[in-house]
């Protein structure tokens, strides 16, 4: 199992978003077939750190699945159009 690490924000200021509900929507984003355990939300300043726990032993896999599972849920989710992996 590899730890991934993504940090979001969004672009142009200071937008909120509930620590608590990015964390359900990654949860429900999450597919079986992307091994994601364990899914950890740290609010900063200026955004977001995502860290999952990947159920694999390629640290660029771990971190491709997490990118793309962000990724789905910045495009899904109105309230995080502006926001991004940075």
């Known amino acids: 199992m590899i730890a991934a690490v993504v940090r979001i924000a969004p672009l142009g200021g200071d937008r909120q ?4 509900e990015l964390s359900g929507l990654l949860s429900r984003r999450a597919r079986s077939d992307e091994r994601i355990n364990h899914i950890r ?6 955004g977001f750190d995502i860290l999952a726990f990947v159920a694999t ?3 660029s896999l771990a ?4 990118r793309r599972t962000v990724q789905r849920c910045l495009a899904d ?4 159009d502006l926001w991004r992996i940075v």
């Not at 978003?17 to 608590?20: G, H, I, Q, S, V």
């Not at 989710?77 to 995080?80: I, K, N, T």
């Open 17 to 20: 978003y509930p620590e608590l």
């Open 41 to 46: 939300i740290r609010a900063g300043p200026s």
């Open 57 to 59: 032993d390629e640290p």
């Open 63 to 66: 971190y491709a699945i997490l």
């Open 77 to 80: 989710d109105p309230q995080l």
